[in-house]
């Protein structure tokens, strides 16, 4: 019997729905929101460990865990004691060695909550600041401010917890915005890792007249990879920077094609089979799920992708496989002359190889025989 030993778990509600986010979120009414959300809960973990048992798989004691959402740090000490009924009644359990995650917005007044989740066993937060002017968050509909920036972090930092900070990038501005200024703010606070989003938004959003030109969103991209690097943050991935050993385990495991359990509505899972895997999708409507099967080939081709994003590995090998010989030396040629690769020996990208991945893509597309 295989083992799963990482889950995702989605909380879809927040305080207030900001004006760019494209995830599954609602805003939360009220506490029966929790009711419906729990008992959803509770019908996906039957459904997800019949489907365990179909595939032959069984969920080991998690080396990763991920609440993500929305605002899972709303959930607070009920979501703990939710959380801890639901694992023992199905024998799951946290790892001792784990890495187990809850995301949370610098909004959050009462600490008490965070405590209850690091009883249960949540060692890393993971704080959505977005940026550290409170003109954009503003103009973002975001509930929080510097000032409760700061006083989350305040906290976060002094209890020793590991923690990554969540930013983004072509935000609208009204002037240039100075994120390095933004950045030295953050790293006062020492996180161990940061996530660099560049917003996705489409021509009808609302500030979309204040966005970035191209050109100036580049140089926000690269100028906050190289100043990240030299304070000792390796970008590890597209979105990714980490001090050394701090690299998102969790997120290792989507990005390497790992096994992956996935709970509440929009969530993912994959698992492998024997001749390729299956991806597991939850949808909103009467807590049913999707399932796609996936080829060797198929799959062959997602972890050339995914790997590519990350430099977690030589890329040689899938290159090879797919391309064959020739055309995979050709696409190697084609990195090093536009300077996509490090400069370690390794066949992985460098930042400006990380900001180009799509033109990238398409080239391996374009050489496919
Ligand atoms: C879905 S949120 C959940 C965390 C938390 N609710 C928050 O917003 O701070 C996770 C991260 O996704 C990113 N995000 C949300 N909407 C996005 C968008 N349209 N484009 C790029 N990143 C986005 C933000 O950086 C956010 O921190
Ligand atoms: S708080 Fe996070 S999840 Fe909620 S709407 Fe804003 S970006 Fe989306």
Request: hydrophobic letters at 35%.
């Amino acid at each position: 019997m295989k083992e799963i030993r990482s889950l995702y778990i989605h909380f879809p509600y927040c305080k207030e729905i900001c004006n760019y986010c494209d995830f599954y979120k609602r805003r939360l009414s009220s506490t029966n929101d929790f009711s419906k959300f729990e008992a959803s809960l509770e019908i996906m973990a039957q459904k997800f460990q019949k489907l365990l048992s179909e595939y032959d798989m069984t969920m080991g004691s998690l080396d990763t865990l991920y609440i993500g959402g929305g605002t899972p740090s709303l959930w607070g000490e009920r979501g703990v004691s939710f959380l801890d009924r639901l694992f023992k009644r199905y024998g799951w359990e946290l790892g001792s060695n784990g890495e187990h995650t809850l995301e949370i917005n610098p909004e959050i007044q009462d600490f008490s909550g965070l405590e209850q989740w690091r009883q249960w066993g949540i060692n890393r937060f993971s704080v959505g600041v977005q940026s550290c002017s409170d003109d954009i968050l503003k103009r973002l509909n975001r509930t929080h401010q510097f000032r409760d920036i700061s006083s989350s972090l305040d906290y976060i930092a002094k209890s020793g917890v590991n923690f990554s900070l969540d930013l983004m990038l072509n935000l609208p501005s009204t002037g240039t915005r100075d994120v390095i200024a933004e950045l030295e703010q953050l790293l006062e606070f020492d996180p161990d890792h940061l996530s660099v989003y560049m917003m996705t938004v489409g021509s009808n959003y609302a500030h979309y007249k204040m966005l970035p030109m191209e050109e100036k969103l580049e140089d926000e991209y690269l100028n906050t990879a190289t100043f990240l690097q030299a304070r000792g943050y390796e970008h590890y991935e597209v979105s990714n920077f980490a001090k050394k050993g701090r690299e998102s385990r969790h997120n290792l495991q989507y990005w390497k094609a790992q096994n992956m359990g996935a709970l509440g509505t929009s969530a993912t899972g994959f698992f492998h089979l024997d001749d390729g895997g299956v991806r597991l999708k939850w949808l909103a409507s009467k807590d049913a799920y999707t399932i796609e099967l996936l080829n060797k080939e198929d799959l062959e081709l997602e972890k050339l992708y995914l790997l590519m994003r990350t430099n977690q590995g030589d890329i040689n090998k899938l290159v090879l496989d797919r391309l064959g010989e020739s055309q995979s030396h050709a696409f190697i040629k084609f990195l090093a002359n536009n300077n996509y690769l490090r400069d370690d020996g390794e066949i992985s990208l460098n930042s400006k190889g990380f900001l180009m991945m799509d033109s990238i893509m398409d080239e391996v597309f374009r050489l496919d025989p």
